[in-house]
């Protein structure tokens, strides 16, 4: 009689939905928690992705943020330097031209003053000698003798006067043509066209002209030199 097989397992080992040894019931609750710990795993790595992906994005900001402020401030500052710089240039430019301006003006006025002065002076000395060529003739007679000196190399000279002159002052510069040093040709000559108490030593080449107007500017060239 053939014999029958029997499994080791008893039946009090084998579920409802699962074979000898395996519970499907287990297996599909330890799945589910699984699954669950998967997508709470994934929630919280995409959680944590979303949190890592705004502070990328916030320190971003404040850094772009920042290096804007920064890029800002450069700009703002190069441009005020630029405009400081500009406006210091056009007022020193101002300045420079006003300082010219100033210093051309002070220069023309310095030079005005300076002849002002001139023409004061010569004109208060014209003033004074001609009242002492009026009460003292020697004045005469030494710029005579001054020219005199002046023209000794001459052969011959004239010593030429106004008429006046030599009515008054004849004998004295006769005396002066006598003198040591002058040429033997020498002579007094009168001379309307020339200024009262003038005196004009003419000779061979030249002239010398002691008149009181063009001693009075002789000296104005000299100051004004």
């Known amino acids: 009689m053939a014999s029958i097989l029997k499994s080791n397992t008893t039946e009090g080992s084998v579920g409802p939905s699962g074979v000898a040894g395996f519970n499907l019931d287990d297996f599909a609750s330890s799945s589910r928690r699984l699954l669950e710990q998967a997508q709470e795993q994934a929630q919280q790595i995409l959680a ?20 804007g402020m920064a890029e800002a401030r450069k700009t703002v500052d190069q441009d005020v330097a630029q405009q400081v710089q500009t406006q210091v ?40 000698i001609k009242q002492r060529l009026q009460n003292d003739p020697q004045i005469v007679l030494d710029w005579t003798e001054q020219a005199l000196r002046h023209a000794r190399s001459a052969r011959s000279l004239v010593v030429a006067v106004h008429p006046e002159t030599l009515v008054q002052l004849g004998q004295p510069l006769e005396a002066l043509l006598q003198a040591s040093g002058v040429p033997e040709d020498a002579r007094l000559e009168p001379d309307e066209s020339l200024e009262p108490h003038g005196v004009v030593v003419r000779q061979l080449g030249g002239s010398i002209d002691a008149q009181l107007s063009s001693q009075l500017e002789n000296l104005q060239r000299m100051l004004q030199a």
Not at 51 to 67: F, N, V
Not at 102 to 107: N, P, T, V, W
Not at 110 to 128: C, H, N, R, W, Y
């Open 48 to 67: 944590d992705a979303r949190q890592q992906a705004q502070e990328i994005t916030k320190k971003a900001h404040r850094e772009g943020l920042a290096a």
């Open 89 to 128: 240039q056009e007022r020193l430019g101002v300045l420079e031209q006003t300082a010219r301006e100033l210093s051309e003006s002070q220069a023309e006025w310095l030079q005005s003053f300076a002849q002002t002065l001139t023409d004061l002076g010569l004109g208060i000395a014209e003033k004074i």
